[in-house]
C-alpha cells in the first residue's frame, strides 16, 4: 500500500495532511507565491470539451437568473484559467466585466492559445481582441488578480449589473461577509449569481460524504483557512443569509448528499422522492456523528450538497 493510501484510508491522518498542508499553503502564501491548480480547469481538456464548457457555464448563468443577455459592469468571481465565460459576458451586451481571483490558476498557454483563437472565429467576438486573440487583449475586462472577493468587495467604488461565481464561493474564508459586501457593492436592480458546491472536494473521498462535518470547528480552521479548501458553510447558512437582508433571493438545489448525478436546480419537494429518501438515508447513517452545530441542522439542509443562489436588488 502506497504512503498516499495509507493516509487516505485513515481520517486522522488524513486531517493531520491537511493541517501540514494548509500550514504549507500559509507559508507560500507570506512568500507572495499564488500559484494553484484550483481553477485549472481546461488544463488537459480537449479544445472541444473545453468551448462546450465555456459555453454551459455561460448558458447556465442566463438559465439561473432568468435573463436573455449580461448588459453594464459584471463581476466575475474566480474564472479560473480561462477568460471564456468573460468573453460570452461581453459579446452578450456587458461593457466590462470585472474578473476577480484571489489565486493565479496555473495555466498552459498554448490551450489557452487554442481556444482563444477559437473564439474569437465567433461572431461578434472578433471585435472584443484588441490585436491577436489572447487574455491580454480582451477589451472590457479588468483582471484583479491576488486579489480575495472578500477584499474586493469590501473595498471598490464601482457598482456591479451582476456579480456571479461558480464554484468559488465555497473556497471563500468567509463567504457570508462577502455576500453582504457583494449585495452593498449591487447596483438597484443589480443580480447576483452563485452556484456552489457543498461537498469537501475529495478531501475524505473513500469515506462517508459528510465525514469533514464530524470535524471540529477549531480543527477545520487549521486544515483549510489558508488553503482554501472548502469552508463548510452549508445551505442553512446561504438561506438564513437570504433570508436576513433586502435582497429578494432565491435559492435552489443542484445536488444532493451521496447522489453521484446533478440535478437540474429546483426546489426540495420537487426533487424525486426516492432521490431524496436515498439521501436522507445516508445522512440519517452518520448524523450522530457529526459536531453540534451540523447536527442541529435538518436532515434535508445536510442533504443539499450543491445549490445556486439568486439575490436581486
Ligand atoms: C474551483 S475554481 C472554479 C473556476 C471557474 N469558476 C469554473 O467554474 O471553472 C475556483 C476559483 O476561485 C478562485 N478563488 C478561490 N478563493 C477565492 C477568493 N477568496 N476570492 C476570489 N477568487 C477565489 C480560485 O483561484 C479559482 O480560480
Request: aromatic residues 10%; proline residues 3%; hydrophobic residues 35%.
Amino acid at each position: 500500500m502506497t504512503l498516499r493510501k495509507i493516509i487516505k484510508n485513515n481520517t486522522k491522518l488524513t486531517c493531520a495532511w491537511y493541517v501540514f498542508e494548509n500550514w504549507l499553503a500559509g507559508y507560500r502564501l507570506k512568500k507572495g507565491n499564488l500559484k494553484t491548480t484550483s481553477g485549472s480547469r481546461h488544463s488537459g481538456m480537449s479544445l472541444e470539451d473545453s468551448v462546450n464548457y465555456i459555453d454551459k457555464v455561460f448558458a447556465d448563468y442566463l438559465d439561473y437568473g432568468k435573463i436573455h443577455n449580461f448588459y453594464g459592469t459584471v463581476a466575475e468571481i474566480g474564472p479560473g484559467d480561462n477568460f471564456g465565460v468573460a468573453l460570452c459576458i461581453l459579446n452578450s451586451g456587458a461593457q466590462s466585466v470585472h474578473a476577480i481571483d484571489r489565486w493565479k490558476p496555473i495555466k498552459n498557454l498554448n490551450e489557452q492559445k487554442r481556444i482563444y483563437q477559437k473564439l474569437s472565429h465567433r461572431v461578434g467576438f472578433e471585435k472584443l481582441f484588441d490585436g491577436t486573440p489572447n487574455e491580454d487583449n480582451i477589451q472590457g475586462l479588468v483582471y484583479h488578480q491576488g486579489v480575495s472577493a472578500e477584499q474586493f468587495f469590501k473595498q471598490t467604488n464601482v457598482k456591479f449589473d451582476f456579480i456571479i461565481s461558480r464554484a468559488v464561493m465555497e473556497h471563500l474564508f468567509d463567504p457570508l461577509e462577502a455576500l453582504t459586501s457583494m449585495a452593498n457593492a449591487l447596483k438597484p436592480g443589480g443580480m447576483m449569481i452563485h452556484r456552489i458546491d457543498l461537498r469537501d472536494h475529495g478531501m475524505f473521498s473513500g469515506h462517508h460524504p459528510l465525514t469533514h462535518l464530524m470535524i471540529n470547528e477549531k480543527l477545520w480552521k487549521i486544515m483549510t483557512n489558508k488553503s482554501g479548501r472548502p469552508n463548510r458553510i452549508l445551505a442553512p447558512h446561504y438561506k438564513n443569509w437570504l433570508n436576513s437582508n433586502e435582497l429578494s433571493g432565491d435559492f435552489f438545489i443542484t445536488r444532493l448528499t451521496g447522489i453521484t448525478e446533478e440535478i437540474t436546480p429546483q426546489k426540495w419537494e420537487q426533487i424525486p422522492y426516492e432521490m431524496r429518501e436515498e439521501s436522507l438515508k445516508i445522512v440519517k447513517s452518520i448524523k450522530h456523528k457529526i459536531s453540534s452545530q451540523y447536527q442541529n441542522m435538518k436532515n434535508s439542509d445536510l442533504s443539499i450538497a450543491g445549490c445556486v443562489l439568486i439575490g436581486k436588488k
